[in-house]
């Protein structure tokens, strides 16, 4: 079945600078890439997402990049602000299994001012 | 629009006891609600798929007689936990498919904590 490996767990950064979370998956079938940040005890909050017919998609100061011969999708967040500290998961979605969504490990992302 | 929503928040039970956790899309209908739990610094582990009308489909190692779940319209699921036991304690949360978007799209609901005595 689908495998999610997400890296790195943790990750500090400086405000104003870039952040860089990567995921690799398993079932080359999979069609929908969604990334979520959930903030401590709250609900996971879709940021961005992209289908497999698509290399790239922006949003603001996030972006995703999906390499499917590598089998690898990336969540980019450039000009990071102390609010963007929470934890990120990806996540990847097989046709196969129904619209399950397999998530990622998570990153706890910590944006220093 | 595409909100979710849980009740309760939280719940603090006594061992032994039984909890009902339910699952809300406000201003949408759902095709597939899901049930995830996660435990503290651990990402979401599905639990259950439900869809309105039929018997959910419970992943590998979840016990489907001791977490009912219940899909009774296109707007609402439960998950009842039943004889809860320390254990159980956990962060459980429901996700809902949108009938008028692409199957794999997921809203999350806000979450119920349980705490088990």
């Known amino acids: 079945g689908e495998n999610v490996e997400q890296h790195p767990s943790t990750l500090s950064v400086q405000e104003g600078d870039s952040a860089v979370i990567k995921c690799t998956y398993s079932d080359s079938a999979s069609n929908y890439f969604p990334w979520y940040k959930q903030e401590l005890g709250k609900r996971p909050q879709l940021i961005i997402d992209?289908?497999?017919?698509?290399g790239e998609k922006k949003d603001q100061r996030i972006a995703v990049t999906l390499n499917k011969t590598a089998k690898h999708f990336s969540l980019h967040i450039t000009e990071t602000q102390p609010e963007d500290s929470a934890v990120y998961f990806c996540?990847?979605?097989?046709?196969?299994?129904?619209?399950?969504?397999?998530f990622g490990q998570g990153t706890e992302l910590s944006v220093k001012p | 629009g595409a909100v979710v929503s849980q009740h309760p928040s939280w719940v603090i039970c006594k061992s032994g006891t039984s909890v009902k956790i339910e699952c809300r899309s406000l201003d949408f209908q759902a095709t597939t609600m899901f049930w995830y739990r996660q435990f503290p610094k651990q990402s979401l582990m599905l639990m259950a798929t439900s869809n309105e009308g039929s018997k959910a489909t419970y992943e590998q190692g979840v016990e489907k007689d001791k977490f009912l779940i219940n899909h009774a319209s296109l707007t609402l699921s439960t998950l009842t936990v039943t004889s809860a036991h320390p254990e159980d304690s956990s962060f459980y949360i429901c996700s809902a498919s949108p009938l008028s978007r692409e199957a794999f799209e997921q809203f999350f609901g806000p979450g119920t904590r349980l705490t088990v005595l």
């Open positions: 996540a990847a979605s097989p046709p196969s299994l129904g619209g399950k969504l397999i």
């Open positions: 992209i289908r497999s017919n698509v």
